[in-house]
Structures are given as C-alpha cells and as structure tokens.
C-alpha cells in the first residue's frame, strides 16, 4: 500500500474513535435527592425531587393545600445547572412553570434556588451519592 493511504487512514481511525468512542459512565444512575422550602403570598411551600441524566422530578406542595409535579430539564456545566420545568397543580391552580440553578456545595451536597410560579421562591438542599 502506498504511504500515504496509510497516514490517511491512521488519521482518519483515530479521529473517528476519538468522535465515536463511549464516554466513561457510572456502573448504576443513582438519583440526586433534594429537599425545598420556599414561600408565596406569605404562605411556606414545601418540594421534594430527585434528578437523573440531566432530568428531574420535583413534587410540591403550595399556597392553599395545591399539590403538583413539576418534570425540570437541566442544563449540566461544569459548576452550576440551570433548569427550567413544567408541572400541574391541584385546586385550580393549573399549570405551573419554574426555573432556578443548583450549585455543587461539595463533593457529596449541593444548594439551589428557584422560582414556581405557584410555590413561589425556594432554597433547596440536596445530597449526591
């Protein structure tokens, strides 16, 4: 074979495992549980969610006994994740949007804070496993 055609070749096989190549996962997905109080209209609201491959799921309780799930998508960079969601609540308060961060405390904790339009402003505190 001719030199070149090899070189080309060489390249182009470690290009494409470099492109192609699986990244290096966990052996199992385990959840990040967190835990939330916030406040609206001068009433305490309470959630509970957990987040696995960059999506969450957080069940609430807010103003006036209205419980709902929310279903968040985040965005993971290297520091923060931003996230942005969507959910329904019971006693008529219908459809809810939200949207907050979480930032990595430490190793094993982290923090965040968001907004529900129905559970009003929140902190969360979360654990990682």
Avoid: H
Avoid at 2 to 18: E, F, P, Q, R
Avoid at 80 to 105: H, N
């Amino acid at each position: 074979m001719n030199k070149a055609i090899i070189v080309k070749l060489m390249i182009t096989s470690l290009g494409c495992l470099g492109l192609f190549a699986p990244s290096q996962v966990a052996a199992q997905v385990i959840p990040q549980p967190w835990v939330s109080v916030g406040g609206k209209d001068g009433e305490t609201t309470y959630a509970v969610g957990a987040r696995a491959l960059n999506l969450g799921v957080e069940l609430g309780v807010g103003p006036d006994g209205a419980t709902g799930v929310d279903v968040l998508k985040f965005l993971r960079l290297p520091v923060v994740s931003p996230y942005v969601g969507v959910g329904y609540y019971s006693e008529d308060k219908g459809v809810a949007v939200s949207g907050g961060l979480q930032v990595g405390a430490s190793d094993r904790f982290f923090v965040g804070a968001g907004y529900n339009s129905v559970r009003g402003v929140n902190g969360q505190l979360g654990i990682r496993f």
